[in-house]
């Protein structure tokens, strides 16, 4: 692409709001945010245990464990075996990127483990406080529904084992009851917000990338209307003056100023030429910012992005199916895999237009086309595409998709 059409390029970029269209200052600073939004929240196990509120669980634990009678007794050493037991499975479900089978099998054993240790420390009186630990962990890990059928077995189980142990066993559950359900209701509710929080993060990007390009196009179809007026008009009164300065200069004695006026018409037709053909060949439309600002809002994968020189995209549908199918796999990566990096590559090979997109995460089998996949195919097969998946040797999903140039 010549120097001019680069300038223009640059020039409409630069006039783009920064909020609304994400031009390229913000599209690099939403980057490096979802970079670090990544570390922040795509943590390690260890990094999860230190989560806050499993350190208050860990509080709780140690309040119950204060409590617990230290004898000789072979019941003491169940009582403790029990309360670390619990212990170890509530920090090995913390551990558990959600939802996993490892994690339920976890709340399982720390409902049992709670239970013995309500049994044989019934007169503590705070044991039950450990059902209240086990109903956050599992109103974060189940469907509201199923959390509340959990509960009501382990109050169950809860009041059998104190029956014939406790005076008022129907008091104690009743009170713990409410504890837990109180615990219930607020981590279901802060997860309902940080799933609304996220869904709604990706309909923003979602929104800033598809304007972007709108935005792009109505400057590209400005641009060709310039185009166009200047070539119709400007430069048709330009051609009919140099013919009348030529026809002037041709004459016995004139001037030659005149020669020199029907020079610079020349020149100046030409520069309007010039621009003329910048205007039109500086319409492909800006994919770089527009998909950075589609990725900017996923804590992961992290977009890596390349995009050969010699693609130039003007065609809005086709910019649009490309959008999709990177927002496609962005969100495939996020939802299924432990990917942290989406590498996206587009660019034209034996004339048609490759985009290629391959994470680092591990596929648990031969990939499967869900709702989302089949709704990308559709639209590449919209255009005249094919899209073809594949598990790559390192265990990732490869998507390649191949577009009309």
């Known amino acids: 692409m010549s120097h001019c059409a680069h300038g223009s390029r640059a020039s409409h970029r630069s006039t783009l709001p920064e909020v609304t269209f994400c031009r ?3 599209a690099a600073g939403a980057c490096a945010q979802q970079h670090a939004g990544m570390q922040i929240t795509h943590r390690s196990r260890w990094h999860r245990l230190l989560h806050p509120l499993n350190l208050a669980g860990l509080l709780t634990w140690l309040a119950v464990a204060a409590t617990l009678p230290y004898d000789a007794g072979a019941q003491t050493a169940l009582r403790w075996g029990s309360a670390l037991l619990f212990l170890l499975a509530f920090l090995l479900a913390a551990s558990y990127e959600r939802p996993a089978p490892q994690r339920s099998v976890m709340l399982v054993i720390e409902a049992l483990a709670a239970l013995v240790v309500i049994r044989l420390a019934h007169r503590s009186g705070v044991a039950p406080a450990l059902l209240v630990m ?4 599992v109103a974060m890990s189940w469907p509201l529904r199923t959390a509340l059928m ?3 077995l382990v109050n169950v189980g809860m009041y059998l084992v104190l029956r014939d142990v406790h005076s008022h066993p129907a008091a104690v559950v009743l009170i713990f009851a409410g504890f837990q359900a109180f615990a219930m209701l607020t981590t279901h509710y802060a997860g309902s917000a940080e799933k609304a929080r996220d869904r709604l993060a990706l309909v923003n990007a979602d929104l800033l990338a598809t304007r972007a390009l709108l935005a792009e196009r109505s400057r590209d179809m400005e641009r060709l209307r310039l185009s ?5 008009v400007a430069g048709h009164k330009l051609t009919a003056l140099r013919l009348h300065l030529r ?8 001037a030659p100023e005149l020669a020199q006026c029907e020079q610079l018409s ?6 309007i030429r010039a621009v003329v053909h910048c205007l039109r060949d500086s319409g492909q439309l800006d994919m770089d910012t527009a998909l950075h600002a589609l990725a900017a809002p ?9 995009l050969d020189e010699d693609v130039q995209l003007n065609d809005t549908a086709k910019a649009e199916t490309v959008l999709r199918c990177v927002q ?10 432990d990917a942290k990096v989406l590498r996206v590559v587009l660019q034209r090979h034996d004339g048609r237009l490759l985009l290629a997109m391959e994470d680092d995460g591990q596929l648990r089998g031969e990939p499967r086309a869900g709702n989302g996949l089949t709704g990308m195919r559709e639209r590449v097969d919209e255009q005249g595409g094919s899209l073809h998946l594949q598990r790559a040797a390192s265990g990732a999903l490869q998507i390649r998709v191949e577009l009309p140039a």
Do not use: Y
């Open 24 to 26: 390229r200052p913000l």
């Open 134 to 137: 086990l109903a956050a962990q």
């Open 150 to 152: 959990m509960m009501l």
């Open 228 to 232: 166009r007026e200047l070539h119709d």
């Open 247 to 254: 026809a002037l200069a041709g004459q016995a004695g004139a």
């Open 266 to 271: 020349a020149e100046l037709l030409g520069d």
């Open 298 to 306: 996923l804590p992961r994968p992290r977009l890596q992005l390349q």
């Open 328 to 337: 496609e796999a962005l969100t495939n990566s996020a939802r299924h895999s």
